[in-house]
């Protein structure tokens, strides 16, 4: 148990080491730059739907699941999931504790990185209804919406021989994950969709959702863990 | 007693290599194109092998956290973890080790506290395999220590350092394996020889050097008079003039030539102030070895 921890907080601090330097909060502001530049260009055009078109498209339908390719990519050190951890693996770190220390540092990066863009896109998009209701109900799906998206970027890492699956997993998140049949189940675009008020996978509702995206977290985590040597 | 089994591992350039190491020192001749790199890296658990089993005590190094934990080890090419300064690397790998000493004592004891505080993108690839040399042999209690030519590095690491905590390694019952690619570095880390040749294992009975000539280099104010004198004993093949004050003899027993060269040289009163063997190239024994029948070992396949 005391390995699994100690491994699992290895993996988080190499996680966040990876993390540090310019380029990474220069993304992060070059991205909110880019939802204020919107949110100020819809709220001309549509004062009252702006701060939903902000949300569904700018934001989570695009700014949220690059960035968190991004980090994934950053996390694992340009490797697969399991050969990211290698470095402190090599030293006796278990390596599946350290995958988990890796995906929570990668998931709990993309949630902040999610919440900065909803704060930005809310408090400049904000129209007529309660701001600490728009605040409330968006920053609960961008907590998780970025936790599940780092998590699904992860376990894609294990795909291909330097990861690749993250590059098809992206892919498959825009093409698959932009409709409404079984295919995009899978997908966390599709849910955090529905949750934006945008149409339902099969016609399921905003609270199994939330469910669905709790589920695809949980499945990747397992993934990440079971496909991985200790 | 700790044992390290290779059963039929084919991993980069190694072919088919079965072998077992006991306590002790043991040293793999040859280059990295040879596959001592590959070695050290499977036996330390940073790699699975293609084919065949890799195996510490029973259980194989790269699925298992607690074998790993007892490795030290020193690749060809290293990387420390990823963070900022050597200090913050050197602290995720001892926390990785779960070794709770600190990073100021393993970088002393190998001189190399300089840098502790350097960035860990400023270091040279020399710099970096010093402190991981220094990490592998500062484990407290390890079962195996896999080193890629650790006497490459004694320009920045005390030789005496590196050789005294290998031979107390092996003392303890700790399976030392380290290459080395030339015959100087093999004799200086003395123990059993094995050697690896373009992947194919030799162990120590077809990895002892091929009957070469011996060569002694004699160093001499007088190489000219002592030149002449050994040029007419019977015990000597040749005499070569090696520049300076220098002279290369050979023959075909060392000890003979030796006992030769130096009762000659008193006979004519000639001083000698230095005489040492002229070890063989790599590729000279890589070429003897060739010529060699080889019975035991595997062939490449096609």
């Known amino acids: 148990m005391n390995d699994a921890r100690g491994g699992i907080s290895v993996g988080m601090k190499l996680g966040f080491a990876r993390l540090r330097g310019v380029s990474a909060p220069l993304s992060v502001v070059l991205a909110c730059g880019a939802v204020f530049a919107l949110s100020v260009l819809g709220r001309r055009a549509e004062p009252a739907g702006a701060l939903d078109d902000l949300l569904a498209v700018p934001v989570f339908g695009l700014a949220l699941p690059v960035l968190a390719y991004l980090v994934s990519e950053r996390v694992c050190g340009g490797q697969r999931l399991d050969r990211g951890v290698d470095s402190v693996a090599r030293h006796g770190a278990d390596r599946r504790a350290a995958v988990l220390g890796l995906l929570l540092a990668s998931a709990v990066s993309t949630a902040l990185i999610a919440v900065l863009l909803t704060l930005t896109a809310v408090f400049t998009a904000h129209g007529a209804g309660s701001l600490l209701f728009d605040l409330r109900s968006s920053i609960g799906i961008a907590l998780l919406g970025g936790a599940v998206y780092a998590l699904w970027f992860g376990a894609a890492s294990l795909l291909g021989k330097r990861g690749g699956g993250r590059k098809w997993a992206l892919i498959a998140d825009f093409i698959l994950g932009a409709g409404n049949s079984a295919l995009a189940a899978p997908c966390p675009r599709s849910h955090v969709r529905n949750l934006l008020g945008g149409e339902p996978v099969l016609e399921i509702s905003q609270a199994h959702a939330w469910l669905a995206l709790l589920a695809i977290g949980v499945v990747c985590v397992m993934l990440s863990a079971t496909r991985t040597p200790e | ?302």
Do not use: Y
Not at chain 2, 286 to 294: C, G, H, T
């Open chain 2, 1 to 302: 007693m700790n044992a390290l089994s290779f059963e039929g591992v084919s991993h980069a350039e190694l072919v088919s290599v079965s072998t077992a190491f006991t306590p002790g020192t043991h040293v793999v001749l040859g280059s990295e194109r040879d596959g001592t790199h590959t070695l050290v890296q499977l036996a330390a658990g940073v790699a699975p092998p293609s084919a065949g089993h890799v195996q510490l005590n029973g259980v194989a190094p790269f699925t298992s956290a607690a074998t790993r934990r007892a490795v030290g080890s020193l690749c060809a090419n290293e990387a420390l973890p990823h963070a900022r300064t050597v200090s913050a690397a050197l602290a995720l790998a001892l926390r990785a080790r779960a070794d709770a000493r600190s990073v100021t004592s393993v970088l002393g004891a190998a001189g190399l506290t300089r840098l502790a505080a350097r960035r860990t993108s400023e270091l040279t690839a020399r710099e970096t395999r010093a402190i991981a040399l220094a990490l592998a042999l500062s484990h407290p209690k390890p079962h195996l220590l896999a080193l890629h030519e650790p006497l490459s590095l004694v320009d920045l690491v005390r030789e005496e350092f590196i050789l005294e905590a290998l031979s107390a390694a092996a003392d303890s019952g700790v399976i030392v394996l380290a290459s080395a690619s030339g015959l100087e570095d093999a004799s200086r880390l003395g123990g059993e020889a094995h050697a690896l040749d373009r992947g194919i294992w030799l162990d120590s009975a077809h990895a002892r050097l091929p009957a070469l000539r011996a060569t002694l280099r004699v160093q001499t104010p007088d190489p000219r008079r002592l030149a002449a004198r050994l040029s007419e004993v019977p015990d000597i093949q040749g005499v070569s003039w090696a520049g300076a004050s220098e002279l290369l003899v050979h023959g075909s027993n060392l000890e003979r030539l030796a006992h030769s060269v130096v009762s000659n040289a008193r006979a004519e009163a000639i001083q000698i102030s230095a005489l040492r063997q002229e070890l063989p190239a790599l590729d000279a024994l890589s070429a003897a070895r060739a010529s060699m029948a080889r019975p035991t070992a595997p062939t490449r396949p096609e």
